[in-house]
């Protein structure tokens, strides 16, 4: 099915628009996109870095702060009076004022959960908890006749603190603490501890702070907004596996130490294992949760200085939120996109409107003028379709006049063609004017002598007057055919028997046979219905075939002429034994102006007006030749087309 041009023109406008704006609005949200990637995934870079940093500033203050505590007078005041094997009352006073420096201490510095000072057999001689100083109400010690808090003797942080030389520090896991005397655990810390020693080198025990693990909770998370996500502390520990991706710190408190509160939930039951082995194996990176999409940025950071033992800060994007501003913009960009595809569809049936219909006048103007070549289009702009317009109407008047002086031309070459076969025909003409001519004259002058003699014999006299009428009627006859055939008729159709046609136009040319001693054989066809034709057309392409015939036949050769009706149209066939047409110029034989004759003897349009004739007749003329072997011209002419049976 053929578009109509407004169809084309909204196919067109569709078919660029709609994939310009599917790209243009696909290009610019994936850039949108990339950038607003870009941009989160830098933020939450830098709150990963920050947490790192965070905790590291927290680990690097508390060692601080229990190196400053180790080196502070109080503590030294003390070790002076316990290696001095004092009395137990001055003991104690040291004790107390111990206790009273660590109570002012915490009190100072709020991430300090606990501060004890360990004395090298393993009891806890002064410890201030969460701002209360803890009474010693526990096991005696040996050779000081004082008091306990508690002993750690066999405690692996005490044991391991008190390999350590001077300065250096012994940092425990992030775990939950136990609470002496009650049955729960407390919050989760850090235990950072570092071995003091009396003035000669000899180890006094060991000074310990707590710090509270909430801190790096409450910094960590202080650093993300809750309407972006959460931030929470992973343990990479390839030392413990029952430590080993156990939850330090987050929002789910449920989730948190797994390993301690029995819940076992650890953060390989939460992420897929594409995720979490990035977690366990790089040092920092960024991952996209495949279920949800959260953007996850994960730094590692390692208080212990190991590689196989550390902490695991994550900040965890809710990509909803952070990817919010995308889905606005592609809510604008899709409603901007439909606003221009609605836009440039009206633009589209609009300029077809305007389009398709001065060229439907132009279309339907064409119309009539193929019909009547006299009428013409209204012109109703003087843009490019009225310019059209008026070219055509030009053409159009141009034409008519072509036609006219085509029609004028036609006539006067048709005419012209009759009197070229007329001049062929002159020779003939004159020997068959002769004899009948000649016979008169005798006639006459045998009739002149009898009357001057004398010898007027009626009967005699009465036959030479009926010879010479009847030569005179048949030089009339002659005459008066050739006169027939030149004269210039217009076109008028009407009833014609085929045969009388064919019969006609052979006596035309009967002459000019019998010189060339060419013999013109026809049978009429009773079986032939009248056609409606006109008949003295018809007897001019006959009669041109013929002279070409009688020119192509060598003399003893024949032109047979059959005609035959098959119910729908009549058959004239003409069919000589001449020398044939050559391949090459079969093709060209009906062309204007085409011979093969010499010049002066043939003018080339009797084949091509003969054409012309039977065209306008609704017929056909085909023509079929071989070498050497003769020709054989065809010509049909229908019946339901030309006229109407007899």
């Avoid at 707590?210 to 909770?217: E, P």
């Avoid at 039951?269 to 979490?276: D, E, G, K, V, Y």
């Avoid at 006109?534 to 392409?541: M, N, R, S």
């Avoid at 015939?549 to 003893?556: F, N, R, T």
């Amino acid at each position: 099915m053929r578009l109509r041009i407004g169809s084309k023109i909204l196919l067109t406008m569709l078919t660029v628009a709609v994939p310009s704006l599917l790209l243009f609005s696909m290009l610019m949200i994936k850039s949108r996109g990339d950038i607003l990637m870009e941009n989160i995934s830098g933020h939450l870079n830098e709150l990963a870095a920050l947490s790192v940093q965070t905790v590291q500033d927290l680990i690097h203050h508390s060692r601080k702060s229990l190196l400053t505590i180790s080196t502070s007078p109080d503590i030294q005041s003390f070790l002076q009076v316990l290696s001095s094997s004092g009395e137990k009352g001055e003991i104690t006073k040291a004790l107390q004022r111990l206790e009273t420096s660590f109570y002012e201490f915490q009190q100072l510095d709020t991430s300090i959960q606990a501060i004890r000072f360990i004395d090298a057999s393993g009891f806890v001689l002064a410890k201030v908890r969460e701002g209360k100083i803890i009474k010693r109400q526990g096991p005696v010690v040996p050779e000081r006749g004082i008091r306990a808090v508690s002993s750690k003797a066999n405690r692996d942080f005490f044991r391991n603190t008190m390999k350590l030389n001077h300065g250096e520090i012994w940092i425990s896991n992030l775990e939950r603490g136990w609470m002496e005397g009650e049955e729960y655990w407390c919050p989760a810390m850090v235990r950072f501890a570092t071995p003091v020693f009396f003035a000669d080198g000899k180890r006094a025990g060991v000074l310990i702070i707590n710090v509270w693990g909430k801190t790096l909770g409450t910094m960590i998370n202080r650093l993300v907004a809750p309407e972006l996500g959460s931030a929470f502390i992973v343990e990479r520990n390839f030392t413990n596996h029952e430590r080993h991706g156990i939850y330090l710190f987050h929002q789910d408190q449920s989730c948190e130490f797994g390993n301690q509160t029995g819940s076992r939930i650890t953060v390989f039951q939460n992420f897929p294992a594409s995720i979490t082995a990035k977690w366990m194996s790089e040092p920092e990176g960024i991952s996209y949760h495949p279920q949800n999409g959260d953007i996850l940025v994960h730094r590692y950071f390692s208080p212990y200085d190991n590689d196989e033992r550390g902490w695991i800060i994550v900040v965890d994007a809710k990509r909803d939120v952070v990817m919010a501003p995308l889905a606005a913009m592609k809510t604008k960009v899709i409603l901007s996109a439909l606003g221009i595809f609605a836009l440039m569809i009206t633009a589209a049936l609009f300029f077809a409107r305007s389009l398709t219909l001065p060229i439907r006048s132009v279309i339907d103007g064409t119309h009539r003028i193929s019909r009547d070549l006299s009428t013409r289009i209204q012109i109703t702009s003087r843009d490019e379709i009225g310019q059209l317009a008026e070219e055509i109407n030009q053409m159009a008047a141009t034409l008519e006049k072509n036609l006219q002086e085509k029609k004028r031309i036609e006539a006067q070459i048709s005419q012209s063609e009759k009197l070229a076969s007329i001049g062929e025909m002159a020779a003939g003409l004159a020997h068959e004017l002769n004899t009948p001519l000649g016979n008169i004259k005798a006639l006459a002058v045998l009739a002149r002598k009898d009357l001057s003699g004398g010898r007027i014999d009626p009967v005699v006299l009465q036959e030479d007057l009926e010879d010479i009428i009847n030569q005179t009627e048949k030089c009339s006859r002659i005459i008066g055919g050739l006169l027939g055939f030149a004269r210039k008729r217009k076109t008028e159709f009407s009833l014609y028997n085929i045969n009388d046609c064919i019969t006609t136009a052979i006596s035309l040319v009967q002459l000019r046979s019998e010189k060339k001693e060419v013999a013109v054989l026809f049978k009429p066809n009773d079986r032939l219905p009248y056609l409606k034709v006109d008949g003295h057309q018809l007897e001019q392409v006959f009669v041109n075939i013929l002279l070409n015939g009688i020119d192509a036949v060598p003399p003893g050769g024949t032109i047979e002429v059959t005609a035959d009706f098959d119910g729908t149209q009549v058959t004239i066939r003409f069919t000589d034994t001449g020398c044939g047409i050559p391949p090459e110029i079969l093709p060209k034989i009906f062309n204007p102006f085409f011979t093969t004759k010499e010049t002066g003897k043939g003018t080339g349009l009797g084949l091509s007006l003969s054409y012309g004739i039977v065209k306008n007749h609704g017929g056909s003329i085909d023509v079929r030749s071989r070498k050497q072997k003769g020709t054989e011209f065809i010509v049909r002419l229908p019946v339901g087309r030309t006229g109407d049976s007899a």
